[in-house]
């Protein structure tokens, strides 16, 4: 199971882009590159998921070189309200035991500043 | 309205008495998962189950028993629970397309002392 790092944290200021960055050297051809956020005391929300290249969706974009190694969560224009834990993970590749089994690891506390 | 429910969202129970955590969802997923969140350890997961009648451990199953015997439903077992089990309990459910990630239940907070 692909084991993946990010900082422990982050700080940025309202308006900015905010990009965090997930290393994950161990991921396996068929694995695909998750991103979830938490709010205190409430279940992780998904936000973005990818195989390769760039992802794009009305919240975030992700951006995956060629090697698959890293990975990075864009998130234009912060407010207040994204101030969260950001986690990334990689898995579920498609077949076989993998399947189901995630690890979320301890994630990014992103702070968002006025 | 498309989720996972948890019960109950906060529980004070006593060392070795046993209980039961319930998740139930109403999107007809294939996959669901029990996890658990202390301060500074992050998520980590402690079952899942692929379908009805398959499961298998995660990171952190001592302890713990889960069960899948209808695919809405996967409860979570402490037959005699220690102080060292006290904490943020979630359960979260996926169909078979990956799209949209897992849906989180609300949580439990599970306290033994």
């Known amino acids: 199971l692909a084991k993946t790092t990010q900082p422990i944290s982050m700080d940025s200021y309202e308006g900015q882009e905010v990009n965090i960055t997930c290393s994950h050297n161990n991921i396996a051809t068929n694995d695909y590159i998750t991103w979830y956020q938490q709010f205190p005391s409430q279940g992780p929300r998904f936000i973005i998921q990818g195989y390769k290249t760039k992802v794009t969706n009305e919240v975030a974009s992700l951006f995956i070189p060629a090697d698959r190694k890293s990975s990075t969560l864009s998130l234009p224009?912060?407010?207040?309200?994204?101030?969260?834990?950001?986690?990334?993970?990689?898995?579920?590749?498609?077949?076989?035991?993998t399947l189901g089994r995630l690890y979320f690891g301890r994630g990014t506390q992103l702070t968002v500043w006025p | 309205?498309?989720?996972?429910?948890?019960?109950?969202?906060?529980?004070?129970?006593?060392?070795?008495?046993?209980?039961?955590?319930?998740?139930?969802?109403?999107?007809?997923?294939?996959?669901?998962?029990?996890?658990?969140?202390?301060?500074?350890?992050?998520?980590?997961?402690?079952?899942?189950?692929?379908?009805?009648?398959?499961?298998?451990?995660?990171?952190?199953?001592?302890g713990y028993k889960v069960s899948r015997k209808e695919k809405?439903?996967?409860?979570?077992?402490?037959?005699?629970?220690?102080?060292?089990?006290?904490s943020l309990y979630f359960c979260a459910s996926r169909g078979q397309g990956r799209d949209y990630g897992y849906t989180f239940g609300s949580g439990t907070r599970l306290t033994v002392v």
Request: charged share 20%; net charge negative; hydrophobic share 30%.
């Open chain 2, 1 to 62: 309205e498309a989720q996972v429910t948890q019960n109950p969202r906060y529980l004070i129970t006593v060392t070795g008495k046993k209980l039961t955590v319930t998740c139930s969802q109403n999107m007809n997923h294939e996959y669901m998962s029990w996890y658990r969140q202390d301060p500074g350890l992050g998520l980590r997961q402690i079952y899942y189950s692929m379908n009805v009648e398959v499961t298998d451990k995660g990171d952190v199953p001592e």
């Open chain 2, 72 to 86: 809405r439903n996967f409860p979570l077992i402490l037959e005699s629970p220690s102080p060292n089990q006290t």
């Open chain 1, 77 to 97: 224009r912060v407010s207040l309200s994204d101030t969260a834990v950001y986690y990334c993970l990689v898995g579920e590749g498609g077949r076989g035991s």
